[in-house]
């Protein structure tokens, strides 16, 4: 069974940055797979953040973080990165990383694989 882990998550304050990471355990796996970030707030459904092919030649960013934050993948440490710059309060969320072989898209539903998530909370 595949295995993705999150890291990077933090605490920071409005205005601030940090870079999260998704390591995969299998790299034939991973160098095949559609990366994608989502996100969770209390009582909230599960939102699309940002998703990247294989390749990384197509990418696509939620409105809310398009300009503010940076995916990108490193096929050879089978790492997919989120760099999130001038953060908000509302960015706060647990944060997940998805994987899927062929679906390239914004529901949740639609990627198999999920690491366990890393909290970020960006103060005010």
């Known amino acids: 069974q595949v295995q993705l882990v999150e890291s990077g998550g933090g605490l920071v304050q409005t205005g601030g940055s940090l870079r999260l990471s998704c390591a995969a355990s299998d790299h034939t796996f991973f160098s095949r797979s559609v990366m994608a970030w989502f996100r969770q707030a209390p009582g909230t459904e599960r939102e699309f953040v940002a998703r990247?092919?294989?390749?990384?030649?197509?990418?696509a960013y939620a409105d809310s973080v398009k300009g503010r934050f940076t995916i990108s993948r490193d096929n050879a440490k089978n790492t997919v990165y989120l760099q999130m710059n001038s953060l908000k309060p509302e960015d706060t969320a647990v944060y997940y990383c998805a994987a899927d072989l062929s679906y390239f898209g914004s529901a949740w539903t639609g990627y198999d694989f999920w690491g366990q998530g890393t909290q970020v909370t960006v103060s005010a």
């Open positions: 990247i092919s294989m390749t990384g030649d197509r990418i």
